[in-house]
């Protein structure tokens, strides 16, 4: 079955600290996965996704076949990136979300 | 973001009535979805629509109905609202045609929080 999972409830950290979201995820043919962002009064919407193997406000994420992983990171946390995290894997044109981490960064 | 629309925003209702929340977009997008969102369990995939009167189910779809009837408008209703219902609930847009390589992006709307008594 297609599972997406985020074992962090919630990860804080200190300005100016690396942070690193995990997420694995479970899928039998060639995965197409996502970041998406949800600031404080905001609307969820779109960090990164792999196919376009990009930097967004300094986050990366690499897909790793072999751990079926697809970890956020960040070298350097702004207070700013305070938020909650979805990791996301499309099945059939049906995103299949993790249950969320809350990334706290602390001054 | 006004691409995308949803009402009511907030609905306090009693047990056992009927409730109808709506997404309306103007992007033309073919794809439209209905998210609910509790603490712990993420987003969860209601129902969603790949067409006008195409519509299917999705991992949490008992007790709940949708119907589309024009492409800009979705419809998501309970029939008999529990409180088990009572949450955020986020409609989306995509239209993987357009997208990078196919990617299938969503893009979400504000939400309607849902309390049933």
């Known amino acids: 079955a297609q599972r997406v999972t985020q074992p962090e409830k919630l990860l804080s950290v200190f300005k100016g600290a690396p942070v690193e979201l995990k997420c694995n995820y479970s899928y039998s043919g060639s995965p197409e996965l996502f970041w998406y962002v949800q600031y404080s009064r905001q609307r969820l919407q779109l960090l990164l996704r792999?196919?376009s193997r990009e930097s967004i406000k300094g986050f990366t994420a690499d897909l790793n076949k072999g751990e079926t992983s697809f970890h956020l990171k960040k070298p350097f946390a702004q207070e700013e990136d305070s938020a909650m995290y979805y990791c996301a894997l499309d099945s059939s044109y049906k995103l299949i979300f993790g249950s969320g981490t809350r990334l706290l960064v602390r001054p | 973001d006004a691409g995308i629309t949803q009402s009511p925003r907030h609905k306090v209702t009693e047990t056992g009535t009927p409730v109808t929340l709506r997404c309306h977009q103007t992007?033309?997008?073919?794809?439209m979805y209905w998210y609910r969102q509790d603490p712990g369990h993420g987003l969860r995939l209601i129902h969603y629509s790949y067409g006008v009167k195409d519509t299917d189910k999705g991992e949490v779809s008992d007790g709940y109905s949708v119907s589309r009837s024009k492409t800009e408008d979705f419809l998501l209703t309970l029939e008999s609202a529990t409180s088990s219902q009572t949450s955020v609930y986020f409609c989306?847009?995509?239209?993987?045609?357009?997208?990078?390589?196919?990617?299938?992006?969503?893009?979400f709307g504000a939400g309607s929080r849902l309390t049933v008594l």
């Open positions: 992007e033309n997008h073919r794809y």
């Open positions: 792999h196919i």
């Open positions: 989306a847009i995509s239209d993987p045609d357009r997208g990078y390589a196919g990617a299938n992006v969503l893009t």
